[in-house]
Protein backbone atom coordinates (compact mmCIF):
# COMPACT_ATOMS: atom_id res chain seq x y z
CA UNK A 1 0.00 0.00 0.00
CA UNK A 2 1.23 3.37 -1.01
CA UNK A 3 1.92 6.10 2.42
CA UNK A 4 1.69 9.56 2.28
CA UNK A 5 3.12 11.55 -0.51
CA UNK A 6 4.07 14.97 -0.66
CA UNK A 7 5.29 17.00 -3.57
CA UNK A 8 7.24 18.42 -4.54
CA UNK A 9 10.66 17.05 -2.97
CA UNK A 10 12.26 20.45 -3.16
CA UNK A 11 11.20 23.98 -3.54
CA UNK A 12 13.35 26.93 -3.90
CA UNK A 13 11.48 30.47 -3.63
CA UNK A 14 12.24 33.71 -3.17
CA UNK A 15 11.26 36.02 -0.53
CA UNK A 16 7.71 37.80 -1.30
CA UNK A 17 6.92 34.89 -3.48
CA UNK A 18 3.97 32.25 -3.15
CA UNK A 19 4.43 28.46 -2.76
CA UNK A 20 1.71 25.83 -2.93
CA UNK A 21 2.64 22.02 -1.25
CA UNK A 22 0.46 18.96 -2.16
CA UNK A 23 -0.04 16.06 -0.36
CA UNK A 24 -1.68 13.33 -0.66
CA UNK A 25 -2.65 10.73 2.63
CA UNK A 26 -2.55 6.97 2.77
CA UNK A 27 -5.89 5.48 0.94
CA UNK A 28 -8.57 5.23 3.44
CA UNK A 29 -7.53 8.08 5.89
CA UNK A 30 -9.31 11.07 6.22
CA UNK A 31 -7.21 13.26 8.03
CA UNK A 32 -4.32 15.44 7.35
CA UNK A 33 -2.18 17.85 9.31
CA UNK A 34 0.70 19.65 7.88
CA UNK A 35 3.58 20.55 10.28
CA UNK A 36 7.29 22.76 9.66
CA UNK A 37 9.97 21.62 10.92
CA UNK A 38 12.65 23.70 11.15
CA UNK A 39 16.54 22.37 11.22
CA UNK A 40 17.38 21.09 14.14
CA UNK A 41 14.00 21.28 15.97
CA UNK A 42 10.68 18.72 15.99
CA UNK A 43 7.77 19.50 14.46
CA UNK A 44 5.63 22.04 14.86
CA UNK A 45 1.70 21.87 14.18
CA UNK A 46 0.32 24.01 11.83
CA UNK A 47 -3.38 22.74 10.36
CA UNK A 48 -5.34 19.48 11.04
CA UNK A 49 -8.49 19.10 8.80
CA UNK A 50 -10.65 15.99 9.23
CA UNK A 51 -13.78 15.60 6.64
CA UNK A 52 -12.42 18.47 4.19
CA UNK A 53 -13.26 21.04 7.75
CA UNK A 54 -10.43 22.81 9.72
CA UNK A 55 -10.41 20.70 13.08
CA UNK A 56 -6.86 22.31 14.57
CA UNK A 57 -4.61 25.71 13.76
CA UNK A 58 -1.20 25.90 15.41
CA UNK A 59 0.66 29.26 16.38
CA UNK A 60 1.02 30.32 12.22
CA UNK A 61 0.50 33.66 10.73
CA UNK A 62 -2.27 34.28 8.53
CA UNK A 63 0.27 33.92 5.50
CA UNK A 64 -0.20 29.88 5.81
CA UNK A 65 -3.69 28.75 4.68
CA UNK A 66 -4.56 24.96 4.05
CA UNK A 67 -7.45 23.29 2.23
CA UNK A 68 -8.44 19.63 2.20
CA UNK A 69 -10.02 18.18 -1.20
CA UNK A 70 -13.64 15.84 -1.43
CA UNK A 71 -10.86 13.20 -2.30
CA UNK A 72 -8.67 14.05 0.97
CA UNK A 73 -5.69 15.18 -0.30
CA UNK A 74 -4.17 18.63 0.87
CA UNK A 75 -2.95 21.70 -0.02
CA UNK A 76 -0.83 24.23 2.15
CA UNK A 77 -0.28 27.41 0.61
CA UNK A 78 1.76 29.89 2.03
CA UNK A 79 2.25 33.72 0.95
CA UNK A 80 4.69 36.43 1.21
CA UNK A 81 7.43 34.05 1.80
CA UNK A 82 10.03 34.84 4.33
CA UNK A 83 13.54 33.65 5.04
CA UNK A 84 12.28 31.87 8.23
CA UNK A 85 9.58 29.20 6.38
CA UNK A 86 12.59 27.93 4.81
CA UNK A 87 12.31 24.33 6.57
CA UNK A 88 10.70 20.93 6.28
CA UNK A 89 6.94 20.59 5.75
CA UNK A 90 5.48 17.45 6.50
CA UNK A 91 2.19 16.40 6.09
CA UNK A 92 0.52 13.26 8.08
CA UNK A 93 -3.01 11.36 7.37
CA UNK A 94 -4.67 9.42 9.97
CA UNK A 95 -8.36 7.53 9.87
CA UNK A 96 -9.41 10.20 12.54
CA UNK A 97 -8.41 13.57 13.82
CA UNK A 98 -7.47 12.14 17.12
CA UNK A 99 -5.89 8.68 15.57
CA UNK A 100 -1.83 7.48 15.29
CA UNK A 101 -0.14 10.15 12.37
CA UNK A 102 1.47 8.61 9.43
CA UNK A 103 4.38 10.81 8.07
CA UNK A 104 5.09 11.51 4.80
CA UNK A 105 8.84 12.24 3.48
CA UNK A 106 8.26 16.21 3.20
CA UNK A 107 8.90 19.20 1.20
CA UNK A 108 12.32 20.91 1.43
CA UNK A 109 11.28 24.44 1.08
CA UNK A 110 14.23 26.68 0.62
CA UNK A 111 13.49 30.47 0.68
CA UNK A 112 16.42 33.00 -0.42
CA UNK B 1 -0.09 24.61 27.66
CA UNK B 2 0.64 20.59 26.89
CA UNK B 3 4.40 19.83 26.57
CA UNK B 4 6.90 16.96 25.80
CA UNK B 5 10.21 17.18 27.23
CA UNK B 6 12.96 15.48 25.68
CA UNK B 7 16.14 15.69 27.73
CA UNK B 8 19.74 15.47 26.04
CA UNK B 9 19.62 16.43 22.55
CA UNK B 10 22.37 14.42 21.76
CA UNK B 11 23.48 10.88 23.23
CA UNK B 12 26.17 8.72 21.87
CA UNK B 13 26.06 4.77 22.32
CA UNK B 14 28.60 2.28 21.39
CA UNK B 15 27.23 -0.61 19.45
CA UNK B 16 25.92 -3.30 21.41
CA UNK B 17 25.00 -0.94 24.96
CA UNK B 18 21.75 -0.07 26.07
CA UNK B 19 20.08 2.64 24.88
CA UNK B 20 17.68 5.11 27.16
CA UNK B 21 16.57 7.93 25.31
CA UNK B 22 14.18 9.65 27.90
CA UNK B 23 10.69 12.00 27.66
CA UNK B 24 8.49 13.55 29.85
CA UNK B 25 5.46 14.83 29.34
CA UNK B 26 3.16 17.78 31.06
CA UNK B 27 0.70 16.11 33.46
CA UNK B 28 -2.33 17.41 31.25
CA UNK B 29 -1.12 15.66 28.27
CA UNK B 30 -3.93 12.64 27.75
CA UNK B 31 -2.11 9.47 27.50
CA UNK B 32 -1.31 9.22 24.17
CA UNK B 33 2.16 9.19 23.43
CA UNK B 34 4.14 8.24 20.58
CA UNK B 35 7.85 8.06 19.63
CA UNK B 36 8.90 8.62 16.05
CA UNK B 37 12.56 8.37 14.34
CA UNK B 38 14.04 10.19 11.93
CA UNK B 39 16.86 9.48 9.38
CA UNK B 40 18.62 11.84 7.31
CA UNK B 41 16.24 13.30 4.68
CA UNK B 42 13.41 11.57 5.30
CA UNK B 43 9.66 12.19 7.00
CA UNK B 44 9.39 10.37 10.41
CA UNK B 45 8.53 7.08 10.57
CA UNK B 46 6.24 5.46 13.59
CA UNK B 47 8.39 3.55 16.18
CA UNK B 48 5.61 2.86 18.79
CA UNK B 49 2.72 3.87 20.84
CA UNK B 50 1.20 4.02 24.12
CA UNK B 51 -2.83 4.27 24.23
CA UNK B 52 -3.10 2.83 27.57
CA UNK B 53 -3.69 -0.38 27.22
CA UNK B 54 -0.46 -1.52 28.84
CA UNK B 55 2.34 0.43 30.30
CA UNK B 56 5.21 -1.11 28.53
CA UNK B 57 4.71 -0.95 24.82
CA UNK B 58 6.79 -2.66 22.37
CA UNK B 59 7.94 -1.50 19.02
CA UNK B 60 9.43 -2.32 15.53
CA UNK B 61 12.99 -2.86 15.39
CA UNK B 62 13.81 -3.71 19.11
CA UNK B 63 12.09 -0.38 20.63
CA UNK B 64 10.26 -0.21 23.53
CA UNK B 65 8.74 2.20 25.80
CA UNK B 66 7.33 2.28 29.49
CA UNK B 67 4.86 4.74 30.15
CA UNK B 68 5.24 5.53 34.18
CA UNK B 69 2.57 7.72 35.18
CA UNK B 70 4.38 8.85 38.58
CA UNK B 71 6.97 9.98 37.01
CA UNK B 72 4.84 11.32 33.64
CA UNK B 73 7.58 9.63 31.83
CA UNK B 74 7.62 7.52 28.28
CA UNK B 75 11.09 6.45 27.84
CA UNK B 76 12.30 4.55 25.36
CA UNK B 77 14.68 1.94 25.55
CA UNK B 78 17.03 -1.12 23.48
CA UNK B 79 18.92 -3.29 25.27
CA UNK B 80 21.57 -3.31 22.58
CA UNK B 81 22.45 -0.52 19.91
CA UNK B 82 22.77 -1.65 16.26
CA UNK B 83 24.72 1.23 13.94
CA UNK B 84 21.16 1.81 11.58
CA UNK B 85 19.55 2.88 15.36
CA UNK B 86 21.80 6.07 14.55
CA UNK B 87 19.25 8.89 13.95
CA UNK B 88 17.16 11.28 15.07
CA UNK B 89 14.39 10.34 17.89
CA UNK B 90 11.52 12.36 18.70
CA UNK B 91 8.79 12.06 21.52
CA UNK B 92 5.10 13.24 20.78
CA UNK B 93 2.12 13.10 22.46
CA UNK B 94 -1.61 13.76 21.17
CA UNK B 95 -4.23 15.73 22.36
CA UNK B 96 -7.18 14.89 20.49
CA UNK B 97 -6.95 17.30 17.18
CA UNK B 98 -2.90 18.30 17.83
CA UNK B 99 0.43 15.96 17.88
CA UNK B 100 3.08 18.01 20.41
CA UNK B 101 6.64 17.03 19.88
CA UNK B 102 9.69 16.98 21.47
CA UNK B 103 12.85 18.76 20.47
CA UNK B 104 14.27 15.75 19.26
CA UNK B 105 17.92 13.48 20.63
CA UNK B 106 20.38 12.73 18.21
CA UNK B 107 21.59 9.58 18.22
CA UNK B 108 24.93 8.34 17.44
CA UNK B 109 26.04 4.66 17.58
CA UNK B 110 29.75 4.19 18.08
CA UNK B 111 31.46 1.26 16.00
Known amino acids: DAGVTQSPTHLIKTRGQHVTLRCSPI?????VSWYQQVLGQGPQFIFQ???????GRGNFPDRFSARQFPNYSSELNVNALLLGDSALYLC???????????FGPGTRLTVL | AQSVTQLGSHVSVSEGALVLLRCNYS??????LFWYVQYPNQGLQLLLK??????LVKGINGFEAEFKKSETSFHLTKPSAHMSDAAEYFC?????????FGTGTSLTVIP
Open chain 1, 92 to 102: ASSLQGSDTQY
Open chain 1, 27 to 31: SGHKS
Open chain 1, 49 to 55: YYEKEER
Open chain 2, 27 to 32: SSVPPY
Open chain 2, 50 to 55: YTSAAT
Open chain 2, 92 to 100: AANTGNQFY
